[in-house]
């Protein structure tokens, strides 16, 4: 299991992380190199490229260095060979990972990655692969033939959703499981009880519907409790939790040196008791949240 450093929150992106400053996610990429991180999450998406360009900045100067660089790029009737020498041009790096960001309803999703596969084939991006897709269409693109090399979904205690049945088609077919938001994007903290705790988009999750309400908070309290008895962080408690079940690849957020350094050392050992009552609060969350979404971001496929 590799550990990579997210980029989401380097540039605001759909009202997420509106405050964020950028000298300090300047300071906290340079910080995760200096710390041994090699891997790095990025999308086109993400501050409409800014997010590429800061990222691309900071690995420029250190030319010695070996990455592995990802970004996505969005469904659209631009040609993906395209769309991936821009990125390319902005990160200053040759692509490991190129992902189909979002599938859209209406789109042909698979016609565009076999597009992207080419750019494999042709040796100018090592892998492809696909976020946020539902488990029925990888069944049925992957039926039909389609390769991929590594699917990207997230997880967490505030989101398990699918994710013990998905890591299971992967391993069986050979392709790699990465998960972002481990920590429920900063949810898990337990700094925000309620969306009047936020300022940014994160404040419309679902956790926070009256439906999903009374589970949050019980899940919230557990967490902490653990955390309190261990003398750790929430956030330690939710990570190493995420990283029991050994997905190929965790992406680690941080909006800071600091947070990234406490992301960096979580390491919590857990009883199964212990477990299992995390995986009970989880599941319970996850069961009110059917009711409402299929997808973290509080929408229906």
Not at 14 to 39: L, P, Y
Request: aromatic share 8%.
């Amino acid at each position: 299991m590799e550990l990579y450093l997210g980029t989401w929150q380097i540039s605001p992106s759909d009202g997420f992380w509106t405050d964020q400053n950028r000298g300090e996610s300047e300071k906290t990429v340079s910080f995760a190199i200096k710390n041994g991180i090699s891997g790095y999450d990025c999308a086109q998406s993400y501050g409409h490229g800014q997010a590429e360009q800061t990222l691309g900045k900071i690995l420029r100067r250190h030319p010695e260095a070996s990455f592995k660089v990802d970004t996505k790029i969005m469904p659209t009737a631009k040609d993906p060979e395209e769309l991936a020498v821009q990125s390319a041009r902005r990160l200053g790096h040759a692509i490991d990972c190129l992902y189909l960001h979002w599938p859209r309803t209406g789109f042909d999703n698979r016609g565009f990655l076999e597009r992207m596969a080419t750019l494999k084939d042709r040796g100018l991006v090592r892998k492809v692969g696909v976020c946020n897709l539902p488990l029925k269409d990888l069944e049925a693109f992957v039926s039909d033939g389609l390769v991929m090399d590594r699917v990207q979904r997230p997880y967490s205690l505030l989101w398990p959703a699918g994710f013990d049945q998905e890591l299971e088609f992967c391993r069986s077919h050979g392709i790699e499981m990465a998960v972002y938001s481990p920590t429920g994007m900063g949810l898990l903290s337990g700094r925000y009880r309620g969306p009047e705790d936020l300022n940014d988009a994160r404040k419309d999750l679902f956790c926070f519907d009256p439906i999903c309400r009374s589970q949050y908070l019980d899940l919230l309290e557990l967490v902490s409790s653990l955390a309190r008895s261990k003398g750790v962080s929430n956030t330690k408690v939710a990570l190493s939790w995420a990283k029991l079940k050994k997905p190929d690849i965790v992406l680690i957020g941080a909006r800071s040196t600091t947070q990234l350094q406490e992301n960096l050392s979580a390491d919590v050992r857990f009883t199964e008791t212990e477990v299992r009552d995390l995986d009970l609060a989880a599941r319970r969350l996850s069961d009110k949240a059917d009711g409402i979404c299929t997808n973290i971001f509080s929408y229906n496929w």
